[in-house]
């Protein structure tokens, strides 16, 4: 436990550090006496603030938590729309459509267990379509993305693939660049970051990364490729070059001697590993599973999180309330919040805050009253708008989980900055009786159609004033449709979208720029104020809810922000693989 005397020399030794000016120092007031989180405000109602909630009255149910949600609805980006036709209704999702057993998944899978949801989720399996054929636009036609279809032979695949590099001109040349890159020289050790785009052309090629790579960067962070971070997105194969010299010798060191993770990541994997009651069909399917989603889709994760937690006494809904100030006083923390329906503001006091806001929310509520907290800009976090299209006519695109368009697409011939077309009919859900395909349906209509899902902006629309209309957007999306699949049919359904500042992101510097926001936290509020969302894990909702349960999970541990995992040094191991 800290003590006044032994903060105060900390504060000492950060700020002269960082050459804080001694005036400045002396008008830091550094509370740093820990009272027990009792008392825990949650700034954002998205899904990492519902799953913090969750774990923080799951661990002690007699904390008091009060969640401040500026709109006045829960769920941010999760959100699904059932829109209703003739004959049924057809669900729409503007933003996450699936979740993934992999990695933070393990988590999800105990929090929908303990929601009760088990019975709701569809599962889509590794042998789908959905799973294994996934697409690349190189004008003029979509590429399958080589990947091995269990369903067929070796003979097959092996075809397959040779036919892909061999004749499609995105893949051309690939294999012979890939046979050259341990004879490439490892970067300079003076090299602190560099993007993904840059380290990947020095090593294999900017072919590939133009026509490749770009487009999977497009697929799940709709951002630039040559902006991104290698060390914060791909952290081991920045620590393999700098190791091994190469990626294609280190990797296959690590066939043999194992792969090196970060010694808190063995630790989570560990604490997945130990038995867990999950329902027996669950589990199976969960194994044998691409991706999954509800009968009632993503919202339905929202929605049950949110009946839990109303049945807690001990859990406040803030709706419409933004705060604008997080003030650390003697005692706890203050928090000025202003209402978005009456204009009003109102304080409230509390032993600790998280914030699941952005980076760039929470440090503007942290510096609102001119403390001194800098205002650090850590990462910028772009627009995405999604339009969801649902025709009556089924099969209108090729079996599988969609297509990306790739950075190296003249914007000429790209000129609505489309990121990619996700094929929502291949695993929203299953015929009845297809074995791809386990749990309940989600559309109610007669028969099965076509439902996509164009992503347009992200990155592309940087620095933009003005975003689309939605019937520039429908329209936008439906001229892709027609150019890209042949599509003139008019969708029986549609929905427009636009998620404003949805996917941070970790552009190069990332991990400088979060180690000084971590800094300054620690500075100001020694642990009463500590962060989590989809800037501190990764973005995806399984890390989101990951970000919860460390923060919820480290609570307890004083003088933390909750960046520990970003910004301290850490320690890794070596790990055998073994296929369970
Ligand atoms: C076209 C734009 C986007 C598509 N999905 C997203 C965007 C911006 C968002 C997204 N996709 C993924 C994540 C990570 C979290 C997770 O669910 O695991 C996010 C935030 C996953 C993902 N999607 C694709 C890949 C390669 C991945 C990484 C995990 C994996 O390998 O499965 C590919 C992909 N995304 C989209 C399409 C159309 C597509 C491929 C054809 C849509």
Redesign the pocket.
């Known amino acids: 436990m800290l003590n006044r005397r032994n903060g105060l020399n900390k504060v000492a030794r950060v700020a002269s550090r960082r050459s804080v000016a001694p005036s400045s120092l002396a008008a830091i007031r550094c509370y740093s006496s820990q009272p027990d989180p009792n008392d825990v405000a949650i700034l954002g109602g998205g899904i990492t603030g519902l799953a913090t909630a969750h774990y923080l009255s799951q661990s002690n149910p007699n904390r008091k938590v009060t969640i401040y949600e500026s709109s006045p609805r829960l769920g941010g980006w999760l959100h699904t729309e059932k829109v209703e036709i003739d004959d049924g209704h057809i669900l729409f999702e503007k933003g996450?459509r699936t979740?993934?057993p992999a990695g933070n998944g393990s988590l999800t899978a105990r929090l929908v267990n303990q929601l009760g949801l088990e019975d709701e989720t569809i599962f889509t399996m590794k042998t789908a379509p959905a799973a294994t054929n996934?697409?690349l636009y190189y004008p003029d036609h979509l590429v399958r993305v080589p990947q091995p279809d269990k369903k067929l032979g070796f003979m097959a695949n092996a075809t397959a693939l040779a036919n892909t590099f061999t004749y499609e001109p995105a893949f051309q040349g690939i294999l012979g660049r890939l046979a050259l890159e341990p004879f490439r020289p490892a970067r300079d050790s003076s090299v602190t970051d560099e993007s993904v785009g840059d380290f990947f052309a020095r090593r294999i090629g900017r072919r590939l990364v133009d026509q490749v790579m770009s487009a999977?960067v497009?697929?799940?962070?709709?951002g630039d490729i040559y902006q991104l971070s290698m060390k914060s997105l791909f952290p081991s194969l920045w620590r393999l070059e700098e190791e091994s010299g190469s990626l294609v010798t280190g990797l296959l060191q690590n066939m043999v001697e194992g792969a090196k993770v970060p010694a808190k990541e063995l630790e989570f994997m560990m604490a997945m590993k130990q038995p867990y009651p999950f329902g027996k069909e669950f589990r199976k399917n969960f194994r044998r599973s691409n991706v999954f989603t509800f009968r009632h889709g993503i919202q339905q994760l929202v929605d049950t999180l949110e009946a839990s937690l109303k049945k807690s006494p001990n859990v406040i809904f803030q709706l419409n309330q933004e705060v604008t100030d997080i003030k650390n006083t003697e005692q706890n923390v203050q928090l000025e919040a202003k209402s978005s329906t009456e204009g009003s503001t109102s304080k409230h006091n509390h032993t600790h805050v998280i914030s699941t806001l952005s980076p760039d929310k929470t440090s503007q509520a942290a510096s609102s009253m001119n403390r001194g907290f800098l205002k650090l800009p850590v990462c910028p976090t772009p627009t995405?708008m999604t339009v969801n299209l649902y025709y009556r006519t089924p099969n209108l695109h090729p079996s599988g989980?969609?297509?990306?368009i790739p950075l190296g697409i003249p914007i000429d011939q790209n000129p609505e900055r489309a990121?990619?077309?996700?094929f929502d009919t291949a695993y929203a859900a299953g015929t009845p009786g297809d074995e791809d395909f386990v749990g309940p349906m989600q559309d109610t209509v007669s028969k099965r159609g076509t439902k996509v899902t164009v992503?347009l902006g992200?990155h592309y629309w940087d620095g933009w004033s003005s975003h689309p209309s939605n019937d520039e957007g429908l329209q936008m999306a439906q001229s892709i449709m027609e150019r890209h699949l042949g599509v003139t049919e008019k969708p029986a359904a549609h929905s427009v979208n636009l998620n404003y500042n949805c996917?941070p992101q970790y552009t190069v510097g990332f991990e400088d720029r979060v180690s000084k926001f971590h800094d300054e936290l620690s500075l100001r509020y020694s642990g009463r104020l500590r962060v989590a969302g989809n800037w501190v894990r990764g973005?995806?909702?399984?890390d989101c809810i990951r970000s919860a349960w460390d923060v919820a999970r480290d609570l307890d541990t004083s003088g933390l922000t909750g960046l520990e995992y970003i910004v301290k040094p850490k320690q890794w191991l070596t790990v055998k693989v073994k296929k369970s």
């Open positions: 996450p979740l993934r996934r697409y999977v497009h697929g799940i962070y709709a995405v989980f969609g297509y990306l990121l990619g077309v996700t992503m992200g996917i973005v995806g909702v399984n």
